[in-house]
């Protein structure tokens, strides 16, 4: 039972435009999402969350968007950059599951100058 | 600050054999969570420790163990090792258990990769 599902594998985007990356989830129990950005062999490196109880948080040129009612979640990076290249992960807890994680499976994103 | 520290970085096992990897988190980070990461299943969540005490579990057998020390370094044990416990082994710690940091979310170490032959 995959409660974080992150449908899109891979994503291919042009240097400069947008690059938006999906997530969805099941459990209506979370509520604090994450998103985090992986290079091979290293651990992941966080990017942005956000609580269940907004539906926006902005960092730079990162923003998460949040829908309850439709259990998903977006990350939009605006202007996408060479360096963003990464697999991205969307993450979520439950606040009385200390500090489990849940992840999905990943999206490949690669930006191309 | 230094990060969370992961040793050793790679490790090569025989089946049967048993295993033992270290984390140190940052420093004033309490709570140390472990994660196992395989190209099949992703990230998946072992076990947290805070204060010593283990404070939540994942779905994996009872082979999979960890501690907490005083200095909350952790260390996490696989006994009679398959092949299949071939993955990178992530460690992440935070301030505390209940993910009020969340909004810095949880720093993670580079990870030891275990090959199993």
């Known amino acids: 039972d995959q409660q974080v599902k992150q449908n899109s594998p891979s994503l291919s985007v042009q240097e400069g435009r947008i690059s938006i990356l999906n997530c969805d989830y099941t459990?209506?129990?979370?509520?604090?999402f994450l998103w985090y950005k992986k290079y091979p062999a290293e651990g992941p490196t966080f990017l942005i969350s956000i609580s269940s109880i907004k539906d926006k948080n902005e960092d730079g040129r990162f923003t998460v968007f949040l829908n309850k009612s439709a259990k998903h979640l977006s990350l939009h990076i605006v202007p996408s950059q060479p360096g963003d290249s990464a697999v991205y992960f969307c993450a979520a807890s439950a606040n009385n599951q200390g500090g489990k994680l849940i992840f999905g499976q990943g999206t490949e994103l690669s930006v191309k100058p | 600050k230094a990060g969370v520290t992961q040793t050793p970085r790679y490790l090569i096992k025989t089946r049967g054999q048993q295993v033992t990897l270290s984390c140190s988190p940052i420093?004033?980070?309490?709570?140390v969570s472990w994660y196992q990461q395989t190209p099949g299943q992703g990230l998946q969540f072992l076990f947290e420790?805070?204060?010593?005490?283990?404070?939540n579990k994942g779905n994996f057998p009872g082979r999979f163990s960890g501690r907490q020390f005083s200095n909350s370094r952790s260390e996490m044990n696989v006994s009679t090792l398959e092949l299949g416990d071939s993955a990178l082994y992530l460690c992440?710690?935070?301030?505390?258990?209940?993910?009020?940091?969340?909004?810095?979310?949880?720093?993670f170490g580079s990870g030891t990769r275990l090959t199993v032959v």
């Open positions: 420093s004033g980070h309490r709570s």
């Open positions: 459990n209506s129990m979370f509520d604090y």
């Open positions: 992440a710690s935070s301030l505390n258990s209940m993910g009020q940091d969340s909004q810095y979310g949880y720093t």
């Open positions: 420790y805070f204060s010593e005490t283990q404070r």
